[in-house]
């Protein structure tokens, strides 16, 4: 956990490129062969941590596997890959950063889609396969807003209501902000 803390707050500040194992070692309290025991090299850190939390992503992305089924009402999952995100929020904040992960945030985000997809192709009978990719380019692309600005403010909402007005304002559209409270 101190390697991986000091690791997000050198990231939050710098490119991969720019940190020294020595530096790392150094914020994080630990010597260098502690790391190497570990680790091969910041690359290495990093793409631990990343499959940790892909691996979580895709744990929160499980209940919409139910063949035979129409899965789980949308807001179930929104809560769970809420709940993940913020489970990961050190390592969300900086791949959302100048200097975070593009590659990853590409990869959740396509995990996302291949998942989002199947599931609201059945959800939404009417749907054609064209209407459904749109959608999940759109509601992905205001997801990521919605994440950057809980992120902002600390994460203080819990996931589970984070969740439900994200599915409140791509189900509802403008008529989210008429509804009584």
């Not at 929020?89 to 945030?105: H, I, P």
């Not at 599931?119 to 749907?127: E, M, P, S, T």
Request: aromatic letters at 10%; one cysteine or more; a negative charge.
């Amino acid at each position: 956990m101190l390697i991986r803390r000091a690791l997000m707050s050198l990231l939050a500040q710098k490119p991969i490129q720019s940190i020294s194992v020595k530096e790392l070692c150094e914020l994080a309290g630990i010597n260098r062969s502690t790391f190497y025991a570990h680790y091969t090299d910041l690359h290495d850190l990093l793409q631990q941590i990343e499959d940790e939390m892909f691996a979580d992503f895709e744990k929160a992305l499980e209940t919409l596997y139910q063949p035979g089924t129409a899965g789980p009402e949308p807001v179930a999952v929104t809560t769970e890959v809420f709940q993940c995100l913020k489970d990961n929020s050190d390592l969300c904040t900086v791949t959302l950063s100048d200097y975070g992960d593009k590659a990853f945030a590409l990869k959740l985000l396509q995990r996302g889609r291949e998942c989002c997809v199947e599931n609201y192709l059945q959800y939404f009978k009417g749907a054609s396969p064209r209407q459904v990719e749109y959608y999940y380019a759109f509601v992905s692309a205001g997801c990521i807003g919605l994440l950057r600005r809980w992120l902002d403010d600390g994460m203080l909402l819990p996931a589970g209501e984070l969740a439900e007005m994200a599915e409140n304002i791509m189900m509802r559209g403008l008529s989210f902000l008429q509804e009584e409270r």
